[in-house]
C-alpha cells in the first residue's frame, strides 16, 4: 500500500483566478504512502483553501509546495529527501520566495532535525497540526524563519473540516473515522508519528457518507491504523458499520486496515448481514510463524491467525483477504520464514502488500533487538513471498473465469478510453469494453479471462 502518490489538482478555475487577481498563493501538494496520507492531504487542501489558498497541480506554477510523507520504512523516507532536494535546489537557484513545507509522519518522526539536516524547509508539521498550517505559513513569511508544529492530539479527527476530494475518480472516497495507533507492534513507527488512538464522531462519519452519496459517490473506504478498535461512546465499528449500510444501502462500504487481535465474530456478522459491506478484508498477518509474532508483539499466534480466517470463511462464504507480509524481520531463520509460505499456501490470499524488514528508530524492534537477517537474505525471502503470491493470485482469478460479478465502475482503463475499470464486492479490478456504461453504474459482468492482477470480463447487463 506504500505508494508514491502524487495527488495534485486545480481547484476551479474561477477560484483560481480570484485568488491570483487577490495575490493570494498557489499551493502544490503531494501525497506519499498510505490511504491515510491521501485522506489528509484532502483536509490540509480544504484548510488551505478555507484560508484563501488556491491548490495548483503543477509544481512550476507553485509558491508553496507540501510533501505529505511517510516514515514507514527506510526507503519512503529517501524517496522524500530526493524529491525536498530537488524543490531546495529550485529555491536556491531561481525561486527563493518558494515555500516548502514537510508534513505527516517524516515530519512527527524527525521534528526539529529535519530542518537541521534539509536545511530551506520553511514548515514542518505534523499529522495533527493541519489546522495550524495557515498561521505556519504565515509565521514563516513573516519572519524569514522556520515555522513548526508537531504537537499530537488526544483529541484531533479533523471531524468538522469537509476534504476537498481533489484526486478523487468521483465513485469511490476515503473517509477516516479514527487515527492513531496504540497497539506498539514491534517494528512499527506509527504509534510515534502518529499518536494515540482516538475516534471520530459516528453522527459526522455517517453524514459524511450520506453527503457522498448524494454527490454521486458509490463507495466509501472507512480508514484508520487499527479500524476495528474504532469505538465513540457507545459506538463500535460493527455498529457504525452497520449504521453506514442502513442509512446509504446503496453505497459500497469498504475499510482498512484492520488488526486480527480485534477482529470479531460480531464484525464477521455484520459483513454477512449487510449487503452493501464488500464481502472482502485486509488482515495482516505480517508473519506466519508464532515466535516471530510474539517477537513482533502481534498479540496472537499464526494458529489463533489461521482459526480467525476459518470462522471468517465459515460466516461469509466466499469472503476475500489481502494481508501484509514482512520479510527478514530480527532474528528470522529460514525454518521462520517457510512458516510465512506455508501460511500463504494455506490460506491463498487474493493478494498480499509485502515489505523488507527495515529498521525503524525508536521502535521495540530497534532498542531491543538486532536488525540481523543481511539484506541479500531479505531480498530473497521476500521474491520467494512475491513470486508464490502472483501464483496464487493467478489461480484464484483463474478460478474466477465463468462466474458473473457485480462491478462498479470507476473510470476508464489505464490502457485504453475504449475500456472501462471497475471493482469486484471481493475487491478485484475487473476490464470490460465500455458499451454505453459510464463511472458510478453497477454492471453485472461475466469474468472471461484473467492475470493475476486483474480481471477480463464482458457486461451482462447494468443494475
Ligand atoms: N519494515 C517493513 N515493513 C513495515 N511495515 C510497518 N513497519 C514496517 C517496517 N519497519 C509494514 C507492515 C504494515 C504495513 C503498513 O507496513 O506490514 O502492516
Ligand atoms: Fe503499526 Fe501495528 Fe499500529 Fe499497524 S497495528 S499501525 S503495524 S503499530
Not at 239 to 266: F, G, Q
Amino acid at each position: 500500500m506504500q505508494s508514491t502518490i502524487p495527488v495534485l489538482e486545480d481547484i476551479d478555475a474561477a477560484r483560481v483566478t480570484r485568488q491570483e487577481a487577490s495575490g493570494h498563493q498557489r499551493v502544490y501538494l503531494e501525497t506519499y504512502g498510505c490511504q491515510m496520507n491521501v485522506s489528509d492531504s484532502e483536509i490540509v487542501a480544504s484548510v488551505l483553501q478555507k484560508a484563501g489558498y488556491g491548490l495548483t497541480r503543477d509544481p512550476e506554477q507553485a509558491d508553496v509546495v507540501l510533501l505529505n510523507t511517510c516514515a514507514i520504512r527506510e526507503n519512503a523516507e529517501q524517496r522524500v529527501r530526493r524529491r525536498l532536494g530537488h524543490f531546495r535546489a529550485r529555491k536556491r537557484k531561481r525561486d527563493r520566495h518558494l515555500k516548502i513545507g514537510v508534513l505527516g509522519c517524516m515530519a512527527e518522526r524527525l521534528r526539529y532535525k529535519l530542518l537541521e539536516q534539509e536545511r530551506l524547509v520553511d514548515v514542518v508539521a505534523g499529522p495533527d497540526a493541519y489546522r495550524d498550517l495557515p498561521r505556519l505559513l504565515d509565521e514563516s513569511a513573516e519572519t524569514g524563519q522556520s515555522a513548526v508544529n508537531i504537537q499530537l492530539s488526544r483529541e484531533e479527527t479533523y471531524a468538522d473540516i469537509a476534504p476537498v476530494r481533489y484526486g478523487s475518480n468521483g465513485v469511490s472516497a476515503f473517509v477516516s473515522i479514527m487515527r492513531g495507533c496504540d497497539n506498539m507492534c514491534a517494528f512499527c513507527v506509527v504509534p510515534f508519528t502518529r499518536g494515540r488512538e482516538r475516534s471520530r464522531e459516528a453522527d459526522t462519519i455517517v453524514d459524511e457518507c450520506q453527503a457522498l452519496f448524494e454527490d454521486g459517490y458509490r463507495e466509501v473506504t472507512l480508514l484508520g491504523q487499527n479500524v476495528n478498535s474504532y469505538r465513540h461512546g457507545t459506538c463500535s465499528f460493527p455498529d457504525l458499520l452497520n449504521r453506514i449500510s442502513l442509512t446509504v444501502p446503496a453505497m459500497r462500504v469498504r475499510y482498512s486496515t484492520s488488526h486480527p487481535k480485534d477482529c470479531s465474530r460480531e464484525l464477521l456478522e455484520v459483513h454477512r448481514e449487510c449487503p452493501n459491506v464488500c464481502n472482502y478484508i485486509h488482515l495482516p498477518v505480517q508473519h506466519g510463524n508464532s515466535e516471530v509474532l510474539e517477537r513482533m508483539r502481534r498479540g496472537y499466534t499464526a494458529e489463533h491467525y489461521r482459526a480467525l480466517i476459518a470462522r471468517a470463511r465459515e460466516i461469509c462464504p466466499g469472503v476475500s483477504f489481502s494481508t501484509d507480509i514482512i520479510a527478514g524481520f530480527c532474528g528470522e531463520t529460514e525454518a521462520e520464514h517457510q512458516d510465512t509460505l506455508d501460511l500463504m499456501r494455506e490460506i491463498r490470499y487474493d493478494y498480499a502488500f509485502t515489505f523488507m524488514y527495515s529498521e525503524r528508530p525508536d521502535t521495540y524492534a530497534a532498542r531491543k533487538m538486532r536488525d540481523d537477517v543481511p539484506e541479500a537474505v531479505k531480498k530473497h525471502r521476500l521474491t520467494e513471498i512475491i513470486e508464490l503470491q502472483n501464483s496464487i493470485s493467478l489461480e484464484n482469478n483463474q478460478q474466477e473465469i465463468g462466474r458473473i460479478h457485480t462491478v462498479l465502475v470507476e473510470g476508464n482503463s489505464r490502457r485504453s478510453d475504449r475500456q472501462l475499470c471497475g471493482r469486484t464486492d471481493t475487491n478485484k479490478m475487473v476490464i470490460f469494453d465500455r458499451h454505453h456504461y459510464v463511472p458510478g453504474q453497477y454492471v453485472r459482468v461475466r469474468v472471461t479471462g484473467c492475470t493475476s492482477a486483474t480481471l477480463l470480463g464482458v457486461p451482462v447487463q447494468a443494475i
